[in-house]
């Protein structure tokens, strides 16, 4: 039985490991390169760079699209150095920016779109350069991009592949051509949904008026097809204010939307991080906002998780490295173990445990190069208990915003889109599988109220593993 679990977790791992085997060798040909060609300050880059390349490697982007993400790369690593000119620009560029990114980049359904571009503009802040090193570091970032631009192109080359919806579109044509929507088939139902509504009819107790509330949409349902309006229904439909870019944007920003809430935490966040560096002028700082911004994230539940798992796996790093410090042989056996903790790190999951080891053990085997290793560790531990407590209060009394919530939110909206017709004009087809699908729109319009009807107070998210989900409780 042991032997079967260690083998299975084996091939869970190397599975994983081969998954990011691409990210891997990128971050590794950086991480050698960029160090030797512009020097080991700007490998901040590497990890930049990567990001950007983890998340477009598998997509099919033209290079315009690849060219415009460079340019913003660049544009952020700008504003990022100019917000290191004074205290000033730092409190009003940390307000500005993260809100912006945050609230133009990030939806309800693509939370992380921020991500890459905020992580670019808060970790090019950590460590301040003057005009010269500012031109290094933008020669160390073009070079970077080039590689990302080149691996990303071999890789799409390599693995081609080209979106269809074929299979998608078969399966509504042959829904939208099933005798269901014939008028014979339909009165058949009718009068079998009356002789059943009938029976539900002589008792009153909780199973009869369930089964009757159950039948009575998909009776209507059955009524209103033959109705003679049907066909011109969502003939044409005027564009809701809300969905205009002017209004969308307005429509947004309103203090329960999902990206208002979440754009002023992240702010928040990161001025108070910022604050403190420039303040105390504290050894390491630094450390303080780059950690609050890895913990900070769209929903409280995920934020939570990974301030504990950050906290354990922190301590446990710091553990590990104190026992490997007496044996590491110098400075090569300081990159050896951080080359190792790459390849682990991008093998595990984000915001796991064991991810969080893989990141300590790095961390601490480059920053220690520069400082006693005693202080390195102590000032790791100090600076992560101080971020999660910042996220803590954030999130809790600052604009907070739960997966529970959320969900509602947005179910609600779904079938609100679907009600008010914004599906209609797509659906609109000649002929009789042009009923079929009008007949589709008007099913989940009518069922739409019954829909809101339902209790969703019981839906949580499951303890968090990587990997979000919802269950019933």
């Keep these: 039985?042991?032997?079967?679990?260690?083998?299975?977790?084996?091939?869970?791992?190397?599975?994983?490991?081969?998954?990011?085997?691409?990210?891997?060798?990128?971050?590794?040909?950086?991480?050698?390169?960029?160090p030797a060609l512009f020097g080991t300050q700007y490998i901040m880059v590497v990890s930049l760079v990567t990001v950007l390349f983890q998340t477009n490697y598998r997509k099919r982007k033209s290079w315009a699209s690849l060219v415009r993400a460079a340019a913003a790369q660049l544009g952020l690593g700008l504003l990022a150095w100019i917000a290191t000119w004074s205290f000033p620009l730092s409190v009003g560029l940390n307000l500005i920016v993260p809100f912006a990114l945050v609230f133009l980049k990030a939806t309800r359904f693509n939370k992380m779109g921020y991500f890459s571009g905020l992580m670019t503009f808060t970790f090019l802040q950590l460590l301040p350069v003057d005009l010269a090193g500012f031109f290094v570091q933008t020669g160390a970032m073009l070079y970077s991009l080039a590689c990302f631009f080149l691996l990303v192109k071999l890789y799409q080359r390599r693995y081609p592949q080209e979106k269809s919806y074929r299979r998608e579109q078969e399966g509504l044509a042959i829904l939208a051509d099933t005798p269901f929507w014939e008028k014979a088939a339909r009165t058949a139902l009718e009068e079998r949904g009356d002789e059943l509504l009938g029976e539900a009819g002589e008792g009153e107790d909780e199973l009869h008026i369930s089964v009757r509330n159950f039948l009575h949409p998909f009776l209507i349902l059955l009524r209103k097809f033959d109705e003679g309006e049907r066909d011109e229904a969502g003939a044409s439909w005027p564009m809701p204010r809300h969905q205009r870019p002017l209004g969308k944007l307005l429509y947004q920003m309103r203090p329960d939307g999902f990206e208002t809430r979440f754009a002023l935490r992240m702010s928040a966040v990161l001025t108070i991080s910022f604050l403190f560096v420039h303040i105390s002028g504290a050894d390491h700082a630094y450390w303080l906002p780059l950690n609050a911004f890895l913990l900070l994230r769209p929903m409280y539940e995920d934020s939570r998780y990974r301030m504990l798992t950050r906290f354990l796996g922190t301590a446990g790093g710091c553990i590990i490295m104190s026992l490997?410090?007496?044996?590491?042989?110098?400075?090569?056996?300081?990159?050896?173990?951080?080359?190792?903790?790459?390849?682990?790190?991008?093998?595990?999951?984000?915001?796991?445990?064991?991810?969080?080891?893989?990141?300590?053990?790095?961390?601490?085997?480059?920053?220690?190069?520069?400082?006693?290793e005693e202080t390195a560790i102590e000032l790791r531990m100090v600076y992560v208990m101080g971020a999660v407590f910042l996220v803590l209060v954030i999130n809790r009394f600052f604009f907070p915003t739960s997966m529970g919530q959320q969900f509602r939110y947005n179910l609600t909206v779904v079938f609100h889109i679907v009600q008010m017709g914004i599906v209609a004009h797509p659906l609109r087809k000649t002929g009789p599988a042009g009923k079929g699908f009008v007949y589709i729109r008007e099913t989940v319009r009518v069922l739409f109220p019954v829909f809101l009807q339902c209790d969703f107070r019981h839906v949580c998210l499951c303890p968090y593993d990587g990997r979000a989900g919802f269950t019933g409780q």
Excluded at 332 to 354: N, S
């Design 324 to 372: 490997l410090f007496p044996v590491l042989p110098g400075m090569q056996g300081h990159f050896g173990l951080a080359a190792l903790m790459v390849i682990c790190m991008y093998t595990a999951t984000p915001g796991t445990c064991v991810h969080a080891v893989r990141v300590t053990c790095f961390a601490l085997s480059m920053v220690t190069l520069a400082m006693g």
């Design 1 to 34: 039985m042991m032997r079967e679990r260690l083998e299975s977790q084996a091939r869970i791992v190397w599975k994983s490991f081969l998954g990011a085997l691409p990210v891997i060798c990128f971050y590794l040909f950086l991480f050698c390169t960029v």
